[in-house]
């Protein structure tokens, strides 16, 4: 199987709305994505400061800002 790019919205799909914190069930199968070698990104309209309670979680990397900052695998790909 190739290599998929999965990425996940935050309020509502992730997490309970309001919520920053993710079911254990979403925390496995993310996982589970991970090491069968595909990428999971975290895909939202927050900025970066607000998703610093999510990041301890180890995404492959963070489309924030409605697309305005995008990093993967640790590098900053765009920020405006």
Not at 56 to 68: C, E, Q, R
């Amino acid at each position: 199987m190739k290599e998929k790019l999965i990425f996940l919205d935050i309020d509502g799909t992730l997490t309970p709305a309001g919520s920053n914190v993710p079911p254990e069930s979403a925390l496995k199968a993310i996982r589970a994505a991970q090491a069968k070698g595909h990428k999971v990104l975290l895909c939202t309209g927050r900025n970066l400061a607000m998703l610093s309670p999510l990041l301890k979680y180890g995404f492959d990397g963070v489309v924030a800002s409605a697309g305005g900052y995008v990093e993967f695998g640790g590098q900053v790909i765009y920020d405006c």
